[in-house]
Nanobody, 123 residues
Framework: QVQLVESGGGLVQVGGSLRLSCAAS????????MGWFRQAPGKEREFVAA????????DYADSVKGRFTISRDNAKSTVYLQMNSLSPEDTAVYYC????????????????WGQGTQVTVSS
């Protein structure tokens, strides 16, 4: 019954901002490290950002450093991805993922995945 539900995706212009949310249920959220990944059409799913259980450790892909911020609110069982200065290269379906261990960019080790939310950046 574990569910990760992403929301907040949509159409945004180049240079704009968007805030994604991932609401978790069916698990003890504070026990899970979380990650964000994205997948563009015809491309491999790639790492975006990760955050530890308490939020004390974060990691980012080089392509989003300085532009994206991952955060979490354990009281709301929600992880966020604030995306600024968006470019067409950011267009993708964005997925959140969860695991009891900190996995960082290792997408093959995350136990749970959401269904994704579409982000389209127009040029």
């Amino acid at each position: 019954q574990v569910q990760l539900v992403e929301s907040g995706g949509g159409l945004v212009q180049v240079g704009g901002s968007l805030r994604l949310s991932c609401a978790a249920s069916g698990l003890i959220f504070s026990s899970y490290a979380m990650g964000w990944f994205r997948q563009a059409p015809g491309k491999e799913r790639e790492f975006v950002a990760a955050i530890s259980r308490s939020g004390g450790r974060t990691d980012y892909a080089d392509s989003v450093k300085g532009r994206f911020t991952i955060s979490r609110d354990n009281a709301k069982s929600t992880v966020y991805l604030q995306m600024n200065s968006l470019s067409p290269e950011d267009t993708a379906v964005y997925y959140c993922a969860a695991d009891l261990n900190y996995r960082g960019a290792a997408r093959g080790f995350y136990r749970y995945w959401g269904q994704g939310t579409q982000v389209t950046v127009s040029s």
